[in-house]
């Protein structure tokens, strides 16, 4: 048989010493505390911390991916690591559970947008993460945060988002079904959506104020008896009553009832006279009455004449009187909204926005 003359496969060489002192290191940065004393791993992580200092990418990535499922990684390796590049980061951010909140807060900070967006999709993020990622108003981030179930959100946080939501329609849609959302927010939010979003917060946040009324149905004629009326008292009691009109306005207006003022504005437009009347008879706020008036759509209006006990017909006479061009547009918006909602809710929304009006005026 011949002879095989053909060269011999090259061996594969020798790992470099670095590389090599990195795995053992990372081998026992790694050990169950059962196997390692904290001491001697503080030791360890502080050699290892120097040479991944002068390591390549690979390297640094290697270990950052062994890291990320070690509960007892040294903090100060992690960090490190955590701040690096984000092929390197990339396991840690999204898995680690030794990172603190702290760490996090600290790279939503400083991190590129990728270092937050994959703090972001973590399993779970505190308040106090969300808030530091939502703080640069960055919209993929809120996006991601927002579609995360695993997030919480502080009611600080979720204002900061309610403004940004006022001017991104797709933040205000992922917004509304947040759990942490309340009613204020919500109903702050309604004037700046589309007719489409305003009915989803209208479903979910127009709640009935039935369980205040038989709270406090005892204390209508007590608050009344007292000499001396306490404020804050006669706020929440304003809030909770039925009655949404003012009675003693209706008896001594010129125009004999909100439903008749309501037709002559559809004659002649709501004038400053009839915006005035309209204002104390329904019992709100002029500026109140005058942002539903001038608004975009109708469901403002619908609200009005559902609360006020108007019908459908005066619902029509107010659209035409408000003198807006789209006016069959804000009519068939109107009418959805006030054949779907109850006298209660109804009464609940706008007095909700009154009393933020009424607040801001005495603040101001």
């Keep these: 048989m011949a002879e095989d003359l053909s060269p011999a496969p090259p061996r594969p060489a020798p790992p470099k010493a670095r590389d090599l002192l990195t795995r053992r290191l990372a081998d026992i940065v790694c050990l169950p505390s059962s196997q390692i004393a904290p001491q001697e791993r503080w030791m360890v992580a502080d050699v290892l911390d120097e040479l991944l200092r002068a390591a390549d990418v690979d390297l640094r990535a290697k270990v950052a991916r062994r890291l990320a499922q070690q509960h007892e990684a040294p903090r100060g390796l992690l960090r490190r690591l955590?701040?690096?590049?984000?092929?390197?980061?990339e396991p840690l951010l999204r898995h680690s559970q030794a990172l603190s909140d702290f760490d996090m807060m600290d790279i939503a900070q400083s991190g590129t947008p990728r270092h937050k967006l994959e703090i972001?999709?973590?399993?779970?993020?505190?308040e106090t993460v969300a808030a530091a990622l939502c703080s640069s108003?960055?919209?993929e981030v809120m996006t991601?945060?927002?579609?995360?179930?695993?997030?919480?959100?502080?009611?600080a946080t979720m204002d900061v988002i309610v403004?940004?939501?006022?001017?991104?329609?797709?933040?205000?849609?992922?917004?509304?079904?947040?759990?942490?959302?309340?009613?204020?927010?919500?109903?702050?939010?309604?004037?700046?959506?589309?007719?489409?979003?305003?009915?989803?917060?209208?479903?979910?946040?127009?709640?009935?104020?039935?369980i205040l009324q038989d709270a406090a149905e005892d204390v209508?004629?007590?608050?009344?008896r007292e000499e001396t009326p306490d404020a804050a008292v006669r706020e929440?009691?304003?809030?909770?009553?039925?009655?949404?009109?003012?009675?003693?306005?209706?008896?001594?207006?010129?125009?004999?009832?909100?439903e008749g003022l309501v037709e002559r504005a559809a004659q002649i437009g709501f004038t400053e006279e009839l915006r005035a009347e309209a204002a104390v008879l329904a019992n709100v706020q002029r500026d109140l009455l005058n942002r539903m008036i001038d608004d975009f759509g109708g469901e403002p209006l619908a609200i009005l004449a559902k609360a006020t006990g108007l019908s459908r017909q005066h619902l029509t006479s107010v659209i035409e009187g408000s003198g807006r061009m789209d006016a069959f547009n804000r009519a068939e918006q109107a009418v959805l909204v006030f054949d779907t909602m109850s006298v209660d809710k109804a009464q609940t929304v706008l007095r909700y926005w009154n009393w933020v009006i009424a607040r801001a005026a005495r603040a101001g």
Excluded: C
């Design 120 to 126: 972001a999709r973590r399993e779970q993020v505190s």
């Design 236 to 258: 929440a009691l304003a809030y909770i009553d039925r009655r949404q009109r003012d009675r003693k306005a209706a008896d001594v207006t010129p125009f004999g009832s909100l």
């Design 163 to 210: 403004r940004v939501a006022a001017e991104h329609e797709s933040i205000a849609r992922l917004l509304i079904s947040r759990p942490e959302m309340r009613p204020a927010q919500a109903l702050a939010l309604f004037w700046s959506v589309s007719h489409e979003l305003r009915r989803m917060i209208l479903d979910r946040f127009a709640a009935s104020r039935q």
């Design 82 to 89: 955590a701040h690096d590049r984000f092929e390197v980061a």
């Design 220 to 224: 209508f004629p007590l608050a009344a």
């Design 137 to 139: 108003a960055d919209l």
């Design 144 to 155: 991601v945060l927002l579609r995360n179930p695993g997030v919480r959100f502080a009611s």
